[in-house]
């Protein structure tokens, strides 16, 4: 069964998804690896794709890349329906990419990798300078602590080297940027600076798509949580509306297992620690209302006139 939660609404200006996908389908042989798999993504807007391995993540990714054309379904670019058959084509619409293996020659420096393949020529030469003043802006903009863009990239670390495949991607000015794994292998430092780019490409108004296992990563940055189970759609969560363990049991499948137990169990030792250090109260005040009658009670006792006093007497009086 699905599970479905309030999905955020956009904070940008336009209601249409700048990338969308309607009941994709991709299967190799016998295996069915998606099925009938729905996705919207709006400008300015962080979705995760999570599952277990084997949920079609990466054959997800390879479509929209160009690497496998889907056999079923539609996808929209901008409100047009489009074919992506290969990883140009994918380019040339504006969905940049980019693969956990980052794919970056580590004995060039940055520039040469962030404009490898797309150099910018005067005359008959590169222009270095060109080149070099445009990795410097675009890396500023991204909020990026890179050294220096003559530097080697392999002497950079592991999150510089991300840095580098992700400004890349943008050299073509995309509107979607696919992150496959962006913090796999990462130290808490250099997962923080990839987090925060990723928020700098939300801030410039990109779609992004997140593709990770890590739900600490997921919660801290997504606004939305798309969960795929076997190829097939199995919940599409509002960050600030789930839980971690909700996401957990969309990912498995159920809603009983070892997490959502967990969490049970100290929800109940929590109530019963609470329970223990509550005061006693209950007892001392039945004890004060035995001892002091009750109003009604006083009431009762009265004659029938209100003031109390016989009447024979006052007659007598």
């Not at 009938?36 to 807007?45: C, F, K, N, Q, S």
């Not at 801290?220 to 509306?241: E, K, P, S, T």
Request: proline share 4%; with cysteine; net charge negative.
């Amino acid at each position: 069964m699905t599970m479905q939660s309030a999905v955020a609404e956009p904070t940008s200006t336009t209601r249409e998804p700048v990338l969308s996908l309607k009941k994709v389908s991709k299967g190799f042989g016998a295996v069915r690896a998606l099925t009938d798999i729905d996705l919207d993504i709006y400008p300015g807007e962080v979705v995760a794709i999570v599952g277990d391995n084997g949920a079609g993540k990466s054959t997800l990714v390879k479509i929209l890349a160009g690497v496998h054309p889907q056999d079923s379904g539609t996808i929209s670019f901008d409100g047009q329906v489009v074919s992506i058959p290969t990883p140009t084509a994918s380019r040339a619409l504006g969905i940049a990419t980019v693969f956990q293996d980052l794919a970056l020659c580590d004995n060039l420096d940055v520039v040469s990798n962030l404009f490898l393949g797309r150099e910018i020529v005067r005359g008959i030469s590169m222009d270095e300078e060109e080149m070099e003043q445009r990795s410097w802006t675009l890396l500023r903009q991204l909020s990026a602590k890179i050294p220096s863009v003559r530097i080697a990239v392999a002497s950079l670390s592991g999150g510089q080297r991300q840095t580098v495949a992700i400004a890349r991607s943008l050299i073509g000015e995309p509107s979607v940027v696919i992150l496959d794994e962006p913090t796999a292998a990462l130290g808490v430092a250099q997962t923080a600076e990839v987090l925060n780019l990723v928020e700098r490409l939300r801030e410039r108004g990109l779609g992004v798509l997140l593709i990770s296992h890590n739900m600490a990563d997921v919660q801290a940055v997504a606004d939305r949580v798309v969960v795929l189970r076997l190829g097939r759609n199995n919940g599409d969560f509002h960050v600030a509306d789930v839980s971690y363990e909700e996401i957990i049991s969309a990912i498995t499948g159920a809603t009983d297992n070892v997490v959502t137990r967990r969490a049970s169990a100290h929800a109940v030792q929590a109530a019963a620690d609470n329970a223990a250090a509550a005061p006693v109260e209950a007892p001392i005040a039945e004890a004060e209302a035995v001892a002091a009658p009750s109003a009604g009670s006083v009431t009762e006792a009265l004659p029938n006139n209100a003031t109390g006093i016989d009447a024979d007497s006052e007659e007598n009086r």
